[in-house]
């Protein structure tokens, strides 16, 4: 099946452990389209156990783009993300495909909906002087300077969000300006389509029995040896933003013996589930999504179908 309008995209989003690809793969299956991850773990390669990625015999027969695109010592802004995703967009579009971007990661679907600011980009010198300050003082220490700097953006990032905090105050540091004053002006990369949004969301509790259940199968799958494999390579560290994946962070301190196996695996799932938190709260503002407690192929097509795409 096509869809007869070529000027919308479909976001299909949910937080981590909803169904969300199963449920993308369910959509192309019917409607000709192309699959577009939007997820900041899966572009990594090497890191599939760890990211829930889909397995190599899915990627074949529902190829995802963006997937395993970089290494995991490598870095990937969110302004390389749009551009490539514009490109794969372009060319569903093009072919007469529906472009549908799967994923849970906020920030890229945000930044492709409303536009990028004007932030100052970061320099060696910057993110050394932050790493530095992370692993003196903590994300929490940062979060308290953040307060007192930029308290709209602080208000937005979790405590325990060291990335976002420690760019919010780089970006303070290096333009003189708060992040939430320089976000407030977004217009650059806007994506110039019209949208239609899919949110997945499943009950909290079920949400949480699912995190918990998927980390312990990752166990037994062998994620313990991924991380293993991936502390050989040199250029590796916690502040790489690969390794701030949530369970990759757990495991690795694990292997430096900071950790019992038992303290990893409750620390894991609990970062997980406010992972998770952090995401839902994000969605509960999607007012203008079909919002699905479970998979519904029918309501989803219904919805993709009706004009006012």
């Known amino acids: 099946m096509t869809i007869e309008s070529n000027n919308f995209v479909l976001f299909l989003m949910g937080p981590t452990a909803s169904g969300k690809t199963e449920f993308a793969i369910e959509i192309s299956k019917i409607i000709d389209s192309t699959l577009i991850s939007v997820d900041s773990a899966l572009i990594y390669k090497g890191m599939d156990i760890g990211t829930a990625k889909p397995d190599k015999e899915t990627l074949i ?26 490109k794969h967009i372009n060319t569903a579009l093009n ?37 530095n300050l992370l692993q003196k003082m903590g994300s929490e220490k940062l979060h308290e300077e953040l307060q007192e700097i930029d308290l709209k953006s602080a208000e937005r990032i979790h405590p325990n969000d060291s990335q976002r905090i420690t760019r919010a105050l780089e970006v303070h540091k290096l333009s003189g300006e708060t992040l939430s004053a320089l976000q407030g002006n ?8 019209n949208i239609k949004k899919i949110v997945l969301m499943p009950d909290r509790s079920l949400l949480h029995k699912r995190i918990e ?10 994620f313990l040896d991924e991380v293993k494999s991936l502390r050989k390579n040199q250029k590796l560290n916690l502040d790489i933003a690969s390794m701030r994946c949530v ?5 690795w301190n ?38 699905l407690k479970q998979m519904d192929i029918d309501k989803a097509i219904n919805y993709l179908q009706e004009r006012d795409a």
Request: aromatic share 10%; charged share 25%.
């Open 254 to 291: 694990y292997f430096e013996g900071l950790y019992s196996k038992k303290e990893m695996v409750e620390k894991a799932i609990v970062a997980t589930r406010q992972l998770c938190k952090r995401q839902c709260t994000w969605l509960r503002d999607e007012n203008s999504a079909l919002i």
């Open 247 to 251: 369970g990759y962070r757990q495991a």
């Open 213 to 222: 259940d998927r980390f312990i199968e990752m166990i037994k799958n062998g």
């Open 186 to 193: 977004k217009n650059q990369n806007k994506l110039d389509l």
């Open 95 to 131: 072919k007469g495909k529906l472009p549908i971007l799967v994923g849970g990661t906020s920030f890229y679907f945000n930044a492709l909906e409303h536009g990028l600011s004007s932030l100052p980009a970061s320099t060696d010198e910057s993110r050394k002087h932050f790493n």
């Open 61 to 86: 027969n529902f190829p995802h783009e963006l997937i395993d695109i970089c290494n995991p010592e490598d870095s990937f802004s969110v302004t390389e993300f749009i551009t490539l995703a514009k």
